[in-house]
């Protein structure tokens, strides 16, 4: 990837917004805490592309050379295993937007189908891996 960010291991607010942005719909949580992370710091958020279509996204990306925001859980790609050669997940500096919290719970006393049960534990088990400190 060609972009100036690219090489960096963690990027600031304000490292993105000097860059065109594309962002998540503002219904979403992802929107939100990058409105905190910004609110926090005082930080003027200019005009941006918002879209929720996935393939209008990453063509965006690549093509306007701009930055977008993804969360962990989603986010498969990093510098040194990119989902596609024009893109790359960096990570935020810690502290710049709230963290989520994400709980997996189901009925008491429910037995879970087969499938909804290996569902859940691979996606505990994928939650557990990305996150080993901060999950329990």
Known sequence: PS????????????DIFQYP?????????????IMMGCARKSLHVPAMIV????AFFEDYLIHEH???????????NTADRPVSATTI????????CPQSVAHIAYLKGRTLPVAG????????????????????
Do not use: C, W
């Open 3 to 14: 972009h100036p960010l690219a090489g960096r291991t963690q990027l600031s607010l304000e």
């Open 21 to 33: 942005v594309i962002m998540p719909k503002p219904e979403t949580g992802l929107y939100a805490q």
């Open 51 to 54: 879209a929720d279509n996935f």
């Open 66 to 76: 701009a930055v977008g925001f993804n969360i962990p859980l989603t986010a498969n």
């Open 89 to 96: 997940t960096i990570p935020l500096k810690s502290g710049e």
């Open 117 to 136: 049960a290996r569902f859940l534990d691979q996606l505990v088990t994928h939650i557990h891996h990305l996150f080993p400190d901060q999950t329990n």
